[in-house]
């Protein structure tokens, strides 16, 4: 009882700093763990939530039945792991997994399936042009994949394989970019491995991205302009004069002449 005590009072006094490396730790290496158990089976990465005293682990693969396994045995196992080597109570830690929707734009299981292509003893040219093929074919915007280490000499060199459209920088980077990096131990050496895959745009967010690229303009149709239904124009005013007005000052308005300058009246010679 007074270990448990002492354990909830440790966990109200730890700092916000020490808390968020804790967990931090905690998910490299659960990550890690996933990754070298579960890599034949499709793994794609990990999800850790759930509220304050019970810990949710959510693991997101492309074959969940392997994952389960027989009866639940598999993620009844994996459970019991977890809970000992993170020295969890019973209880505390629930297991779920969740299926990919989309294996193509999911980084990671690309990634995978290529180690193991490779691993197979597959060409890396053909191997990467399947994969690179595989993921465009998927409806995704772009692709990279990048090849280093000793592939064929002794010498080690690297190999860039893309496709598409890719973007590399600004905040929209942070939402379309899937990165996954991976190596593999093969005879010759270490390869390493890195993909990346630019997602589609979808406004609901299930096979793409849900947020709109800043420097995406569209430029729509402008609409049909409709004549107003108004009646036809009639006069309310009517110019009396004929067009020539007289203002004030003695001036014709039209020519802009005095009006006696006009009509010149005859004056009779002096006697």
């Known amino acids: 009882m007074d270990s ?13 700093k020490k808390k968020f490396v804790k967990d931090g730790v905690f998910y490299a290496e659960l990550n890690e763990f996933l ?14 939530r759930g509220p304050v005293g019970r810990t949710e682990i959510i693991i997101k693969a492309t074959r969940t039945q392997n994952v389960i396994g027989e009866k639940g045995r598999r993620i009844r196992e994996l459970t019991s792991l977890i809970q000992k080597r993170f020295d969890m109570p019973e209880g505390t830690v629930a297991l779920y997994a969740e299926k990919v929707k989309n294996r193509g734009l999911c980084a990671v299981a690309q990634a995978e399936s290529l180690c193991y292509k ?36 002794q010498r080690a060199k690297s190999m860039k394989f893309k496709d598409g459209y890719m973007i590399t920088s600004g905040d929209a980077a942070n939402h379309y970019i899937d990165e996954a990096t991976r190596h593999i131990k093969l005879k010759q050496g270490v390869l390493g491995i890195k993909v990346k895959i630019m997602l589609p745009y979808d406004p609901k967010g299930r096979s793409g991205c849900s947020v709109t690229q800043p420097d ?18 009639t006069g309310y005013a009517v110019d009396m004069t004929g067009g020539a007005t007289q203002g004030p000052t003695g001036m014709d308005e039209q020519q802009g002449m005095p009006t006696d300058a006009m009509a010149p009246e005859a004056v009779a010679p002096a006697m």
Do not use: H, W
């Open 4 to 16: 448990k005590a002492d354990k909830q009072v440790e966990i109200s006094d730890i700092s916000k």
């Open 35 to 48: 990754t070298r158990e579960l890599g034949e089976d499709g793994y794609s990465g990990v999800e850790v």
């Open 118 to 153: 490779l691993m197979e003893g597959i060409a890396v040219r053909r191997a990467c042009y399947g994969v690179l093929r595989f993921i465009m074919e998927n409806e995704a915007k772009g692709c990279e994949i990048i090849v280093s280490g000793k592939l064929r000499a």
């Open 216 to 233: 995406v303009v569209t430029v729509l149709e402008p609409k049909e302009e409709k004549e107003l239904d108004l009646p036809p124009k």
